[in-house]
């Protein structure tokens, strides 16, 4: 079995770069195989493209005449490009991308065979539903599921295939994808940000939100991967003891990237520009073989369309270079897991940043009552903020190894907190005088100075304000950005609507209009006291002082998904129509389902190498000591008391933890099956897996760990953690 090691060590030690391709300007080959609106333009009549972008604008359902003509057009464009296919390309609820190839084929009946794409095959297409995730809203008789084009996203050309970005919903209507409600939300918060900027600027008429996210990823040897059934089964070592040397030195992060990874990130760059991803920045992280991708942002639906498209090219990619990305949150113990921070703000069609302070009082009251309703929305909904990015890859990340704590709280940075501390002080219902005010318009005044040298930074804050943006950090880094967007969004319009009204309220009651919004915004900043936290997110005294305060502390998976189904949830979830109850519960469910099979998938994988591979290497180094003793004695009998009582120490432990390896699988394997034939329901049986079988994993891993550190390293039969992260 070492032998599967040892070859994989040689070949991964003699790996050269892949032949670096010369390649066009980022300039000229930028977004050369997507549909863009420009490409719009040229391959549509005038009235055609007018027509595209009234609908576009007011997010009517597109008549069939001018769907045509687009199918018309994208497929010219796309056959030109030596396009064959076509997909309706969509993001199902098991976090990856769907698409099903169909070719341009089709017979006429004279025989010919011509290129055929119709508006219809443009809308709307049907694909199985049943083979996805749908906690339960499929049924039996009726397991067909449509998409239906998002002309807010452009097609593209992946390869040869033409791919059109749709939601994903059940025939019966309800969305079985992270698109669906996620544009829902995105029409919410433009609509209740664009209200709020009119107390501001009347010009104000569409609000957008933006993403730029930041990916982070590892990347191992193909080869070195292929002799880990963990990391190919589970995308990640289910065993592994550190490496005498890994991260402490610091000595990756922002190092010099090694050639073999430049050459894999210069392709993955060159593919994302053509498919028209803004990538910009790549660095080494902080773990060894951790590396990070950022674009610049762009709206948050498209972003989340990128960001998709970049993990799945990314993977392609990476084999290409005979490397594999791990896109999972923590794939080596006691190092730093991967995120994908999400930065987040809103951006109004007068180009302003709603986030960013800007150049008079005016516009920085506007600043800071998206700054504060934006926290007052993370205070109402912290738990469903933590709902809505929990897994089990990233319950294994967050609170260690410089991830963010799985506490919710929002880090404003020192002198805003310093101001909005000086409003709470000075505003209160009754009237201001003339002085007061002067003197609080003055000092919000000051923000962009301060600002200035805002380099506050804390790293423990699963949401930081970051100057001209917040940053959600607790986004696992395999995950779909959309899950988040969708509850950040959502309940920022909630807010948003909130301090609309209750501003309105004073108004109607005579207070003046500035001084209506210091009122209501100091409430707020009041409310948020319990939500802001400026300290190390990481000690005790938080995790003690976070209780106090009520906010959720449970740091697991299955405890965390609770808040979707809390009243508050629903009234911002149903009640703002991004879900109906049913397609709550069955997310819900879902998030279950793939917590329980992925849970299980891990614990079988693990019983099995448990058992095929270390138990067998142990006992045969085992029986080399074993030898050794017996030689001893005859040989050396007078020294054997000395020498022997070493030995036959290593021998009992070995002893030990092959035994107790095997009690403890079969214990696993026992709890497994009790949770199976308790439980019918998915949720109590993930539950029960959480509660029962989860703990093995890490109590098997401990034994084996130790072993690995007693057996031979000529006969280990898995690549260990110091070849697996370190490059020659
Ligand atoms: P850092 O590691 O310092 O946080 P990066 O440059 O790695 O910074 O990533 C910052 C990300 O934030 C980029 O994707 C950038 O485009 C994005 N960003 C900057 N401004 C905004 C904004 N107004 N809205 C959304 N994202 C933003
Ligand atoms: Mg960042």
Same mark, same amino acid.
């Given at each position: 079995?070492?032998?599967?090691?040892?070859?994989?060590?040689?070949?991964?030690?003699?790996?050269?770069?892949?032949?670096?391709?010369?390649?066009?300007?980022?300039?000229?080959?930028?977004?050369?195989?997507?549909?863009?609106?420009?490409?719009?333009?040229?391959?549509?009549?005038?009235?055609?493209?007018?027509?595209?972008?009234?609908?576009?604008?007011?997010?009517?359902?597109?008549?069939?005449?001018?769907?045509?003509?687009?199918?018309?057009?994208?497929?010219?464009?796309?056959?030109?490009?030596?396009?064959?296919?076509?997909?309706?390309?969509?993001?199902?609820?098991?976090?990856? =991308?769907?698409?099903? @190839?169909?070719?341009?084929?089709?017979?006429?009946?004279?025989?010919?065979?011509?290129?055929?794409?119709?508006?219809?095959?443009?809308?709307?297409?049907?694909?199985?539903?049943?083979?996805?995730?749908?906690?339960?809203?499929?049924?039996?008789?009726?397991?067909?599921?449509?998409?239906?084009?998002?002309?807010?996203?452009?097609?593209?050309?992946?390869?040869?295939?033409?791919?059109?970005?749709?939601?994903?919903?059940?025939?019966?209507?309800?969305?079985?994808?992270?698109?669906?409600?996620?544009?829902?939300?995105?029409?919410?918060?433009?609509?209740?940000?664009?209200?709020?900027?009119?107390?501001?600027?009347?010009?104000?008429?569409?609000?957008?939100?933006?993403?730029?996210?930041?990916?982070?990823?590892?990347?191992?040897?193909?080869?070195?991967?292929?002799?880990r059934p963990d990391l190919?089964l589970c995308g990640r070592t289910l065993m592994g003891h550190?490496?005498?040397?890994?991260?402490?030195?610091?000595? @990756?992060?922002?190092?010099?990237?090694?050639?073999?990874?430049?050459?894999?990130?210069?392709?993955?760059?060159?593919?994302? @520009?053509?498919?028209?991803?803004?990538?910009?920045?790549?660095?080494?992280?902080?773990?060894?073989?951790?590396?990070?991708?950022?674009?610049?942002?762009?709206?948050?639906?498209?972003?989340?369309?990128?960001?998709?498209?970049?993990?799945?090219?990314?993977?392609?990619?990476?084999?290409?270079?005979?490397?594999?990305?791990?896109?999972h949150e923590k794939p080596f113990k006691g190092?730093?897991g991967?995120?994908?921070?999400?930065?987040?703000?809103?951006?109004?069609? =007068?180009?302003?940043?709603?986030?960013?302070?800007?150049?008079?009082?005016?516009?920085?009251?506007?600043?800071?009552?998206?700054?504060?309703?934006?926290?007052?929305?993370?205070?109402? @909904?912290?738990?469903?903020?933590?709902?809505?990015?929990?897994s089990l890859g990233n319950e294994r990340r967050?609170?260690g190894?410089?991830?963010?704590?799985?506490?919710?709280?929002?880090?404003?940075?020192?002198?805003?907190?310093?101001?909005?501390?000086?409003?709470?002080?000075?505003?209160?219902?009754?009237?201001?005088?003339?002085?007061?005010?002067?003197?609080?318009?003055?000092?919000?005044?000051?923000?962009?100075?301060?600002?200035?040298?805002?380099?506050?930074?804390?790293?423990?804050?699963?949401?930081?304000?970051?100057?001209?943006?917040?940053?959600?950090?607790?986004?696992?880094?395999?995950?779909?950005?959309?899950?988040?967007?969708?509850?950040?969004?959502?309940?920022?319009?909630?807010?948003?609507?909130?301090?609309?009204?209750?501003?309105?309220?004073?108004?109607?009651?005579?207070?003046?209009?500035?001084?209506?919004?210091?009122? =209501?915004?100091?409430?707020?900043?009041?409310?948020?006291?319990?939500?802001?936290?400026?300290?190390?997110?990481?000690?005790?005294?938080?995790?003690?002082?976070?209780?106090?305060?009520?906010?959720?502390?449970?740091n697991g998976c299955i405890?965390?998904?609770?808040?979707?189904?809390?009243?508050?949830?629903?009234?911002?979830?149903?009640?703002?129509?991004?879900?109906?109850?049913?397609?709550?519960?069955?997310?819900?469910?879902?998030?279950?389902?793939?917590y329980l099979k992925k849970l299980q998938i891990e614990s079988r994988v693990l019983g099995d190498l448990a058992l095929?591979h270390i138990?067998?290497?142990?006992?045969?180094?085992?029986?080399?000591?074993?030898?050794?003793?017996?030689?001893?004695?005859?040989?050396?009998?007078?020294?054997?008391?000395?020498?022997?009582?070493?030995?036959?120490?290593?021998?009992?432990?070995?002893?030990?933890?092959?035994?107790e390896i095997r009690t403890l699988v079969d214990e696993m394997t026992e709890a497994r099956?009790?949770a199976?034939?308790?439980?019918?329901?998915?949720?109590?049986?993930a539950?029960a897996y959480a509660e029962t079988v989860l703990p093995y994993l890490d109590r098997i891993r401990y034994r084996i760990d130790k072993l690995?550190?007693?057996?031979?390293?000529?006969?280990?039969?898995l690549?260990?953690?110091?070849?697996?992260?370190?490059?020659?």
């Amino acid at each position: 079995m070492a032998k599967i090691r040892f070859s994989a060590l040689q070949e991964a030690a003699t790996r050269q770069p892949v032949e670096r391709k010369v390649h066009g300007r980022v300039s000229e080959v930028f977004g050369c195989d997507v549909f863009t609106i420009e490409k719009m333009r040229q391959y549509l009549s005038r009235e055609a493209f007018r027509q595209l972008e009234r609908t576009m604008a007011e997010g009517e359902a597109m008549d069939r005449g001018l769907a045509d003509q687009i199918a018309a057009a994208m497929k010219a464009w796309a056959v030109s490009k030596g396009a064959t296919h076509y997909t309706h390309w969509f993001h199902p609820l098991n976090g990856a =991308t769907a698409e099903k @190839h169909d070719g341009f084929i089709d017979v006429q009946e004279n025989g010919n065979i011509i290129e055929a794409f119709d508006g219809r095959m443009l809308v709307q297409q049907e694909p199985d539903a049943s083979s996805f995730p749908n906690g339960g809203i499929r049924n039996t008789f009726e397991a067909r599921g449509y998409t239906a084009w998002d002309p807010g996203s452009p097609a593209f050309i992946n390869r040869n295939t033409l791919c059109i970005p749709t939601v994903f919903v059940a025939y019966t209507g309800e969305a079985l994808d992270y698109k669906t409600p996620m544009l829902k939300a995105l029409a919410l918060i433009d609509r209740a940000a664009v209200e709020v900027c009119q107390y501001f600027d009347k010009e104000v008429r569409k609000v957008i939100a933006t993403l730029g996210w930041e990916q982070e990823y590892f990347l191992v040897d193909e080869a070195l991967f292929n002799a880990r059934p963990d990391l190919k089964l589970c995308g990640r070592t289910l065993m592994g003891h550190s490496s005498a040397k890994d991260q402490q030195l610091e000595d @990756h992060y922002f190092g010099a990237i090694p050639e073999r990874v430049e050459a894999f990130m210069e392709e993955l760059e060159q593919e994302c @520009h053509r498919l028209g991803i803004p990538v910009k920045t790549r660095h080494n992280e902080v773990a060894p073989n951790q590396f990070e991708l950022a674009p610049i942002f762009e709206e948050a639906n498209l972003a989340v369309d990128h960001n998709q498209l970049l993990m799945s090219t990314m993977k392609r990619v990476a084999k290409h270079h005979r490397f594999r990305a791990l896109l999972h949150e923590k794939p080596f113990k006691g190092i730093n897991g991967s995120g994908k921070h999400n930065n987040w703000s809103l951006l109004t069609d =007068t180009g302003v940043n709603l986030l960013s302070p800007g150049k008079n009082p005016k516009s920085n009251m506007q600043f800071l009552v998206f700054l504060v309703t934006t926290t007052k929305a993370v205070l109402e @909904h912290e738990a469903l903020f933590k709902a809505c990015i929990v897994s089990l890859g990233n319950e294994r990340r967050l609170g260690g190894d410089e991830a963010p704590p799985v506490i919710m709280s929002v880090f404003l940075g020192q002198q805003l907190d310093a101001i909005l501390d000086e409003i709470e002080q000075k505003v209160s219902s009754r009237k201001m005088s003339p002085d007061e005010k002067t003197e609080l318009k003055l000092n919000v005044g000051k923000i962009p100075e301060i600002m200035r040298d805002n380099t506050d930074r804390n790293r423990t804050s699963p949401f930081a304000f970051t100057g001209n943006r917040f940053e959600f950090r607790a986004v696992g880094s395999s995950a779909n950005c959309g899950a988040a967007m969708t509850i950040l969004n959502a309940a920022v319009a909630e807010q948003l609507t909130a301090f609309k009204q209750e501003t309105d309220a004073l108004i109607d009651k005579g207070v003046k209009k500035d001084e209506a919004i210091f009122q =209501t915004l100091r409430r707020y900043i009041i409310a948020c006291r319990k939500i802001r936290f400026e300290g190390n997110g990481y000690s005790r005294e938080w995790h003690e002082e976070a209780a106090r305060r009520g906010l959720s502390v449970d740091n697991g998976c299955i405890g965390a998904l609770r808040a979707y189904l809390t009243p508050k949830a629903r009234k911002l979830l149903v009640g703002m129509g991004i879900f109906t109850e049913r397609e709550l519960e069955a997310r819900y469910e879902i998030k279950h389902e793939i917590y329980l099979k992925k849970l299980q998938i891990e614990s079988r994988v693990l019983g099995d190498l448990a058992l095929n591979h270390i138990i067998p290497t142990a006992i045969r180094y085992q029986n080399t000591l074993i030898e050794n003793v017996r030689g001893l004695k005859e040989i050396l009998p007078g020294m054997y008391d000395e020498v022997g009582t070493v030995q036959l120490k290593a021998i009992r432990e070995i002893s030990e933890h092959i035994t107790e390896i095997r009690t403890l699988v079969d214990e696993m394997t026992e709890a497994r099956k009790h949770a199976n034939n308790t439980f019918a329901d998915t949720t109590a049986r993930a539950a029960a897996y959480a509660e029962t079988v989860l703990p093995y994993l890490d109590r098997i891993r401990y034994r084996i760990d130790k072993l690995e550190l007693l057996v031979d390293d000529e006969i280990w039969p898995l690549p260990k953690y110091r070849e697996l992260l370190f490059f020659k």
